[in-house]
C-alpha cells in the first residue's frame, strides 16, 4: 500500500470539516438545540473562514514545544530563586490577584469553550472554540505552577480554589462568566472571543506582563509570552465571529449590537481591579491605567469600530462615560481594597512620597484635589497606629457585583456615587452605573437570584455574623494574607532576606 502525501490545504480540510457528517436518520435541530435560542440566524456555515488553520495534531506539536522552553524557565527561576530578584515584596500583592482573579476566569473560560464549541452547527467553528478551550485550560495551569514557586514563601496563594466561591471581591469575575456559560453559545462567544479577548484583552494581559517585566518577575513574563501566540488565534477568532454573524443576516446585527454593548461595559467593569494594580500595585510602574485606556481602547477600538460601522454596527453610547471615569477608577478601587483590607486575600498600604507624586503627575485633573487628601490622612492615621479599616460592608451593583463606588461623573460630579434602582417583582434592585442597570432590566430574571456576597453575609450564610467567623469561612485568618503591608508577615521575611533591619 502506498500512503499518499497530502498537501497542508488538504490535509486540513479533512482533518476538519470533512471530519463532519450529514444527519441521516437524526435530526440535525435536536443534534445542536441551541443554535436558534437566541434569535441568531445562520444561513450558511460554509461561510466560516476558519481563522487559523492548524490542524490538532500540529497543534499539539507546537503546544509541546512551548510548554518545554517555559518549564525549563519555571525550573531556573525556582532554582535561583528568582522571588528574590522582584523590586519589592509589595509587588507580589499584584500576583495573588492575578492568581484568585484571573486564572480560575481562564478555567472558566475552557468549560464555556468545550461547551460553546459542541453547539455549533458548523465544524470550523467547533474546531476553533476546541481548540481555545485546551488553550485556556493550559493557561490555568501554566498560571498555577508559575505561582506555586511564590507560594512557597509569600502569603495569600494557598486557598484561591476555596476562595473563588466565597470571597466577595472573586464574585465580580465569577459572575461574569457564570452570566456568559449561562447564555447560548453565540453570546458566549461574543462576550469572550469579541468584547473580551479582542477589544479588552490588551488592557489584562499587558498591564500584569509588563508590570512583571518591570517588577523583575521573570516566571509571569514567560507565562505570558507562552500565552500570547495562544491569544493571538483567540484574538483573530473573536473578529471573525463577529464579521461571520454580522454577514450571515441581518438579523443579527441588533442581537449582535446588544451583546456588544452588554459585554464591552461587562469586562470594562472587571477592569477596574487591573486599573489599581497599575497605578497603585506595582513598585515599578511603566503606565498609568488612564495612558493604558487611551493607548488600547480609545486609540486601537476607535479603529475597530470604525471598521465595523459597514455592518451597522456602532461604539457603544458608554465610552463616553468611561472616558470620565479613567481619571478616577483606579484610585477609588483601591480605596476599596485598602479600607477593607482586612477582608483581602492580599495586602494593602498607602503609597510613598513618590509614588504620590507619580499620581499627581498622571492624573493632574482629580488627583491632588480628590484622592491625595484621603491618602495623606490614612496615611497619618497609620502613623499613630490607627490604621484605618471600616466596619462597614458595601452595597454591590446586582449586575456586575462590583461595590458601588463608582462616582457621578458624566454629571460633573466626581463626590456624588452613583445609585440606580430598577423594581421588579416589587423588589428593589441596586446599580452602580445606567449601564448595569440597563444590562439587568434587559434579563432580570437572569439577576435577580444572583450571590451577592455581601447579602450572603447579612444572611448568615458565610460561617456567621461576626468578621472572624466570615474570615474562617473565607479561609484568611486575621493578620497574615491581610491586613496592611507595613508589618505583615510578607514583609518580615523579605527584609530578612534582603538583609535589612
Ligand atoms: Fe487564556
Ligand atoms: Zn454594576
Not at 490542524?55 to 499539539?60: F, I, N, P, Q
Not at 423588589?427 to 452605573?433: K, L
Request: proline share 4%; aromatic share 16%.
Amino acid at each position: 500500500m502506498q500512503a499518499k502525501k497530502l498537501n497542508v490545504k488538504d490535509k486540513y480540510r479533512l482533518l476538519t470539516r470533512d471530519l463532519d457528517w450529514e444527519f441521516s436518520y437524526e435530526d440535525r435541530k435536536e443534534a445542536f438545540p441551541y443554535e436558534e435560542f437566541e434569535g441568531i440566524k445562520i444561513t450558511d456555515w460554509d461561510k466560516w473562514e476558519d481563522p487559523f488553520r492548524l490542524t490538532m495534531d500540529a497543534y499539539w506539536k507546537y503546544q509541546a514545544e512551548k510548554e518545554k522552553k517555559l518549564y525549563a524557565i519555571y525550573d531556573a527561576f525556582a532554582q535561583n530563586n528568582g522571588h528574590l530578584n522582584v523590586s519589592d515584596a509589595r509587588y507580589v500583592n499584584a500576583l495573588k490577584v492575578f492568581l484568585t482573579a484571573v486564572s480560575p476566569a481562564e478555567f472558566a473560560s475552557s468549560n464555556g469553550f468545550a461547551w460553546a464549541g459542541r453547539h455549533y452547527g458548523g465544524a470550523g467553528a467547533r474546531v476553533a472554540a476546541q481548540m481555545q478551550s485546551i488553550d485556556e485550560l493550559r493557561h490555568y495551569q501554566t498560571q498555577i505552577h508559575a505561582m506555586s514557586h511564590y507560594n512557597k514563601y509569600f502569603d495569600g496563594f494557598e486557598e484561591f480554589p476555596h476562595m473563588h466561591d466565597r470571597v466577595w471581591y472573586m464574585s465580580v469575575v465569577k459572575s461574569f462568566f457564570d452570566d456568559c456559560r449561562s447564555s447560548g453559545p453565540f453570546e458566549y462567544i461574543v462576550a469572550v472571543s469579541f468584547a473580551f479577548e479582542y477589544v479588552l484583552t490588551n488592557l489584562l494581559f499587558v498591564p500584569f506582563m509588563s508590570g512583571a517585566a518591570y517588577n523583575g518577575d521573570m516566571a509571569t513574563v514567560t507565562f505570558g509570552f507562552s500565552a500570547q501566540s495562544d491569544e493571538a488565534r483567540h484574538m483573530t477568532l473573536g473578529l471573525e465571529i463577529i464579521k461571520f454573524l454580522l454577514e450571515q443576516h441581518e438579523d443579527n446585527v441588533p442581537i449582535v449590537q446588544e451583546w456588544i454593548d452588554k459585554w464591552l461595559w461587562r469586562g470594562y467593569r472587571i477592569l477596574a481591579v487591573v486599573a489599581m494594580m497599575m497605578d497603585y500595585m506595582l513598585p515599578q510602574k511603566f503606565m498609568s491605567w488612564k495612558e493604558a485606556w487611551e493607548l488600547y481602547f480609545e486609540d486601537a477600538g476607535g479603529a475597530l469600530f470604525k471598521d465595523l460601522e459597514r455592518y451597522g454596527i456602532k461604539m457603544p453610547d458608554f465610552t463616553e462615560t468611561i472616558k470620565n471615569e479613567k481619571d478616577h477608577i483606579s484610585h477609588q478601587a483601591w480605596w476599596v481594597f485598602y479600607s477593607h483590607g482586612h477582608a483581602a486575600a492580599f495586602h494593602t498600604w498607602t503609597p510613598t512620597a513618590e509614588e504620590l507624586d507619580w499620581l499627581s503627575e498622571k492624573y493632574p485633573d482629580t488627583f491632588d484635589q480628590y484622592y491625595r487628601p484621603r491618602l495623606e490622612a490614612a496615611a497619618e492615621l497609620e502613623a499613630k497606629g490607627e490604621r484605618f479599616y471600616t466596619a462597614g460592608l458595601p452595597q454591590l451593583c446586582q449586575t456586575c457585583q462590583i461595590p458601588m463606588f463608582f462616582t457621578n461623573v458624566d454629571e460633573g460630579k466626581p463626590t456624588e456615587i452613583v445609585y440606580r434602582e430598577s423594581t421588579y417583582n416589587d423588589e428593589r434592585f441596586h446599580f452602580c452605573s445606567n449601564e448595569c442597570k440597563h444590562i439587568f432590566d434587559r434579563e432580570p430574571e437572569k439577576y435577580v437570584h444572583a450571590w451577592l456576597p455581601v447579602h450572603q453575609i447579612f444572611q448568615g450564610n458565610c460561617g456567621g455574623g461576626g468578621l472572624d467567623e466570615v474570615m474562617e469561612y473565607y479561609r484568611m485568618g486575621l493578620g497574615e494574607m491581610n491586613l496592611d503591608y507595613k508589618g505583615s508577615p510578607d514583609e518580615k521575611r523579605w527584609k530578612k532576606w534582603k538583609g535589612v533591619a
